[in-house]
C-alpha cells in the first residue's frame, strides 16, 4: 500500500522538502521539516606542535548517524506501518551489502546509508505519532552536509580564537595588501 504525499501548503518561514529513501528498487517518499533532521560528525584533523604554537588542519569531515524524524499525524496508522514496514525490509535487504540512498530535495542532501533502528512508542494521548528514523552514513554523496558542517565549525572556531580577515591571512590580491599597508602607514 502507499500513501500519496498531498499537497499540503508550507508554513511562511518553514520549508518542507520531500524526503526520499531507496534501497534494492523500492522507494519511500515522505514530508519532514528540514529542522527534524540531525547527524553526528567527526572533524578529521592533524595537530602539529610548531615553535609559534599548535597547528590544527582541518582536512575534512566525517557524517557518521544520520537522524529523521517523521511525524505520521495526517497520514495516519497505515502511513505510519507504511513507514515502519518498508525500513523492515531496508534492514533485513542491507545485509547483502548494499546501502540505500537518503535524500532530501530543498537542500540538497544525499547520503548511502544503512539503516540502524526505528524505535517507536505510542501514547494514548498522543496527536501524532512521531518515528525516528536512524541510518548510519558511509558517505555523504552531494558533499553539502559535509560543507557545511565544516563551514560552521570553523566559524564557531575562528569566533572563539579572535580571528580577524586581513590581508595578511585571507589570501587577498597583492594590491589590497598594498593598500593595507599603504593606509596603516598613513595613518602612523
Known sequence: MTIPIAAT???PGLQQGICTIEHMGRTLQFRTNPNQIWWTYRLLTKVENTYGGRVIQVLGCRIEDLIVTVECGRGGWPYLRQI??????????????????????????????YALSVPF??????????IEL????????????????????????AAGIGFVKSPYNSGSAASQLKSYVESAAFAQ
Not at 515502519?84 to 546509508?113: A, E, L
Not at 536512524?134 to 572556531?157: H, P
Open 121 to 130: 512508542e505510542d501514547k494514548v494521548n498522543a496527536t501524532t505519532r512521531e
Open 84 to 113: 515502519i514496514h518498508f525500513m523492515r525490509d531496508m534492514i533485513g535487504d542491507q545485509r547483502k551489502g548494499n546501502p540505500g540512498i537518503f535524500s532530501y530535495t530543498t537542500r540538497g542532501w544525499i547520503f548511502r546509508v
Open 134 to 157: 536512524r541510518f548510519k552514513v558511509q558517505e555523504d554523496v552531494s558533499g553539502m552536509a559535509s560543507t557545511s558542517t565544516i563551514s560552521s565549525e570553523l566559524s564557531r572556531l
Open 9 to 11: 501548503p508550507i508554513t
